[in-house]
């Protein structure tokens, strides 16, 4: 079975650090490029970063762009992304998302990791 | 650039077909044919229902279709049933720098 399970999230102080996780099972990890997709409480989802399927490329989305860093281990299929000088407007569920091709579309995502970022 | 712009709220009968419009700019949905849409009940993640306009997943049911006219995209869903009752999102590759953009969602009532 295609599955990805975030872990990491948490309640971290304004200005405070977090690293999430997602492993990933069930396809051939190294292949696929990967994101992260977030969504507030009640809102709706915003795409947060990209890496390619080797790691050799990344995006970020203007509001995350210099405080966090999204990176990949292919030998332990593994997503990770590690979020720095956290804000409240930070908190969201986290979803690690499988990209189909280079941000066409995201056809597998984990169950999310809420993180809440209050003092 | 701001988010895709989709109607709050729709509703339909059993039966009926609605469709949700996805309205963006010429730099995003009227550039590409990169458009996906997202099916989202509530506490559970996305699934994936519609991508690179109008092609379906693996699974997904026939009753949805999408479509594309300039700068707006859009999803059908035919046949309409008490399970589709869901959050729907649309949304479009950007290009660089923006790269990704969603729509502020649409909730889906069934009567």
């Known amino acids: 079975e295609v599955q990805l399970v975030e872990s990491g999230g948490g309640l971290v102080q304004p200005g405070g650090s977090l690293r999430l996780s997602c492993a990933a099972s069930g396809f051939t990890f190294s292949s696929y490029e990967m994101n992260w997709v977030r969504q507030a409480p009640g809102k709706g989802l915003e795409w947060v970063s990209y890496?390619?399927?080797?790691?050799?490329?990344?995006y970020y989305a203007d509001s995350v762009k210099g405080r966090v860093t999204m990176s990949r281990d292919n030998a332990k299929d593994s997503l990770y992304l590690q979020m720095n000088s956290l804000r409240a407007e930070d908190t969201a569920v986290y979803y690690c998302?499988?990209?189909?091709?280079?941000?066409?579309?995201?056809?597998?995502w984990g169950q999310g990791t809420l993180v809440t970022v209050s003092s | 650039q701001s988010a895709l712009t989709q109607p709050a709220s729709v509703s339909g009968s059993p039966g009926q077909s609605i469709t949700i419009s996805c309205t963006g700019t010429?730099?995003?949905?009227?550039?590409?044919?990169?458009v996906s849409w997202y099916q989202q009940h509530p506490g559970k993640a996305p699934k994936l229902i519609i991508y690179e306009v109008t092609k379906r997943p693996s699974g997904v049911s026939d009753r949805f279709s999408g479509s594309k006219s300039g700068n707006t995209a859009s999803l059908t869903i035919s046949g309409l049933q008490a399970e589709d009752e869901a959050d729907y999102y649309c949304?479009?590759?950007?290009?660089?720098?923006?790269?990704?953009?969603f729509g502020g969602g649409t909730n889906l009532t069934v009567l």
């Open positions: 949304c479009s590759y950007g290009g660089s720098p923006t790269f990704v953009l």
């Open positions: 890496i390619s399927s080797s790691g050799s490329t990344i």
């Open positions: 010429s730099s995003d949905i009227g550039s590409y044919n990169l």
């Open positions: 998302v499988r990209d189909r091709w280079l941000l066409s579309a995201f056809d597998i």
